[in-house]
């Protein structure tokens, strides 16, 4: 069983930036599919960023530019770290893994990933 907890949400002004943290623990996920998703209040659950399992990396076109998704194998730890926020990047931002993973394809679905963070708030103020 793999458990995955989000950190470094909370409240910014527009402009501003935030590292979110995806810590994993029972298993070493070196080899896995990990991607951020985010749900607004009201929208669908949307991929934010992916990483393949090779490092190759994918962003939603809304943040494309801004925000950078990146892996430290020897932590089991992926990170966000999302600059010059806008008010429609408020939501709630989950981390996720998928375990049959592939070098060289990011996946997309919700549906892909095997498991889920519980989620971590981010606010962006105008």
């Known amino acids: 069983q793999v458990q995955l907890v989000e950190s470094g949400g909370g409240l910014v002004q527009a402009g501003g930036s935030l590292r979110l943290s995806c810590a994993a623990s029972g298993r070493t996920f070196g080899s896995y599919s990990m991607g951020w998703f985010r749900q607004a209040p009201g929208k669908e659950r949307e991929l934010v960023a992916g990483?393949?399992?090779?490092?190759?990396?994918n962003y939603a076109d809304s943040v494309k530019g801004r925000f950078t998704i990146s892996r430290d194998r020897a932590k089991n730890t992926v990170y966000l770290q999302m600059n010059s926020l806008k008010p429609e990047d408020t939501a709630v931002y989950y981390c996720?893994?998928?375990?049959?993973?592939?070098?060289?394809?990011?996946?997309?679905?919700?549906?892909?990933?095997?498991?889920w963070g519980q989620g971590t708030q981010v606010t962006v103020s105008s």
């Open positions: 996720a893994v998928r375990v049959i993973s592939s070098a060289w394809t990011v996946f997309v679905r919700d549906s892909d990933y095997d498991y």
């Open positions: 990483i393949s399992s090779g490092g190759i990396t």
